[in-house]
């Protein structure tokens, strides 16, 4: 089983500062990492796939990087909406399974 | 307007069962790749179950042999059945659409409807 571990567990930043959020997989899952933003009481929203493609609508002040084992989630100037936890997810493909890493909250300094 | 909508949650005991359910509006349920993935309170996300457009089910080792996947093709609907609850299932259930080409991730995702397993 593939494990994703993000880090750090909590990014205490300001407004117009830069995040940059790391996952680090197990073993290598190619190009194959999304992110997800989630705030409290909703659910996830998809933000990049395929390690550095935006969903529709996410602007671009988002952007992800990394293939093999080491992926970035990079928010260039945080805007006070962004403020959320952060989670990446893979897929593995024998038996199907999909996992998720442990999250990472970005909260105001 | 691609939509999911969860109902069906509630508080059970210990050993009980539920059925949760998803009604999907704006595309089909049996065209695509449907999950409910969880999240306990606090917690991070945990994937639950996969029902495939040619209607291959696919578990969580948590939940094999206590949950089901299902649907309903007339009404547009995905399902899961849980039985044997254990308090460890208390969580919010979301379902999602896998994406259809490489099943590489949810979108778009429900709102949640929370099961709390409690005494």
């Known amino acids: 089983e593939i494990v994703l571990t993000q880090s750090p567990a909590t990014l205490s930043l300001s407004p117009g500062e830069r995040a940059t959020l790391s996952c680090r997989a197990s073993?290598?899952?190619?190009?194959?990492l999304a992110w997800y933003q989630q705030k409290p009481g909703q659910a996830p929203r998809l933000l990049i796939y395929d390690a550095s493609n935006r969903a529709t609508g996410i602007p671009a002040r988002f952007s992800g990087s990394g293939s093999g084992t080491d992926f970035t989630l990079t928010i260039s100037s945080l805007e006070p909406e962004d403020f959320a936890v952060y989670y990446c997810q893979q897929r593995s493909n024998w038996p199907p399974s999909w996992t998720f890493g442990q999250g990472t909250k970005v909260e105001i300094k | 307007e691609v939509q999911l909508v969860e109902s069906g949650g509630g508080l059970i005991q210990p050993g009980g069962s539920l059925r949760l359910s998803c009604a999907a509006s704006?595309?089909?349920?049996?065209?695509?790749?449907m999950s409910w993935v969880r999240q306990a309170p606090g917690k991070g996300l945990e994937w639950v179950s996969v029902i495939y457009s040619g209607g291959s089910t696919y578990y969580a080792d948590s939940v094999k042999g206590r949950f089901t996947i299902s649907r309903d093709n007339s009404k547009n609907t995905l399902y899961l059945q849980m039985n044997s609850l254990r308090a460890e299932d208390t969580a919010v259930y979301y379902c999602?659409?896998?994406?259809?080409?490489?099943?590489?991730?949810?979108?778009?995702w429900g709102q949640g409807t929370l099961v709390t397993v409690s005494s």
């Open positions: 073993q290598s899952v190619s190009s194959y």
């Open positions: 999602a659409r896998l994406a259809a080409a490489a099943l590489n991730w949810f979108d778009p």
């Open positions: 704006g595309f089909t349920v049996s065209s695509n790749y």
